[in-house]
């Protein structure tokens, strides 16, 4: 039921970690060999790593998974899946789910977690970058080979590898004060992208810019990429390919994914990337420089 109460809790019996594979199947309409199965989660837990499951009244319907990492020396958290159930998907389950993941790590005094995601899939590049208050310095190519699933079938399976720096100024603001970037139309960015549409509504990227050298600039994607790989395989793996090149030539160069920003009517959206330090960009709204 929509509008139900929403609580989380950690999972205790066999049958809540068999509700999280049913949540994958639906979530990504996933086929059981891409499922994480629900042993696997319960020894995850077992250890003491991070997983939690959501309910709406009684209903599993949404879940978070994580484990620890080890890099350079540091202890941080990876965080590799967060999944909701479609019917209950923009109710903000899952960011009750990401919250829920930081006080696990903030308990356990770990201020780093990361996670990978398609960057090409605009809607959760909003909730990452501009609600969360992730980073991104890291791309991926072909991450996992080919996935079998909505969102990823037919398509590399390229992917940004996501800071969450959960004691960070910037991330408090973005989850405590509700605060967010401004609209594209309000800032003069240069535009490493040029798009246009197709008479079928559809964008397609033409020239794009790897010598830019300001301190801010902008790399447009699709609003709905998964709308166009269905619609237009051709369209869509053009899109990954040249977004592919643009994003490793700028974080070479020292650029930092900071926010993803839309237009004022959210029918374009655009990477705002900057070069500077990673200590500023954590403890300052980039706008306001």
Not at 56 to 70: I, S
Not at 213 to 239: C, G, H, Q, Y
Not at 254 to 273: A, E, H, M, N, T
Request: proline content about 3%; some cysteine.
């Amino acid at each position: 039921m929509r509008g139900g109460k929403i609580k989380i809790v950690i999972p205790e019996n066999p049958d809540e970690f068999k509700a999280m594979e049913e949540i994958q199947k639906d979530a990504w309409n996933a086929e059981d060999i891409t499922i994480t199965p629900a042993h696997v989660l319960r020894a995850a837990q077992m250890a003491n790593n991070c997983v939690y499951l959501a309910y709406v009244e009684d209903e599993p319907v949404g879940y978070v998974y994580g484990f620890f990492g080890f890099h350079d020396g540091k202890l941080y958290l990876h965080s590799h899946q967060v999944g909701v159930k479609r019917r209950y998907q923009n109710m903000g389950i899952g960011f009750l789910l990401k919250l829920k993941q930081r006080e696990f790590a903030i308990s356990r005094k770990i201020d780093l977690i990361r996670w990978t995601f398609d960057p090409l899939q605009s809607k959760n590049a909003y909730f990452n970058f501009a609600k969360l208050g992730a980073i991104n310095r890291e791309y991926i190519q072909n991450l996992y080979g080919e996935i079998k699933d909505e969102l990823n079938h037919g398509i590399p399976t390229d992917r940004f590898y996501v800071e969450w720096y959960v004691f960070s100024q910037r991330v408090r603001d973005r989850v405590e004060k509700k605060v967010r970037p401004p609209s594209f139309e309000n800032l003069e960015i240069p535009l490493a992208t040029k798009t246009k549409k197709l008479k079928e509504s559809m964008l397609v990227l033409g020239d794009y810019d790897t010598s830019l050298s300001e301190k801010l600039l902008a790399i447009e994607i699709p609003v709905n990429f998964t709308e166009m790989k269905n619609r237009d395989l051709k369209i869509a793996i053009d899109w990954r390919i040249k977004t592919r090149e643009l994003f490793i030539k700028y974080f070479s160069r020292g650029y930092i994914v900071v926010d993803l920003i839309r237009s004022q009517d959210r029918k374009r959206c655009f990477y705002i990337l900057c070069r500077e330090s990673l200590e500023k960009i954590l403890s300052e709204n980039w706008w306001a420089w």
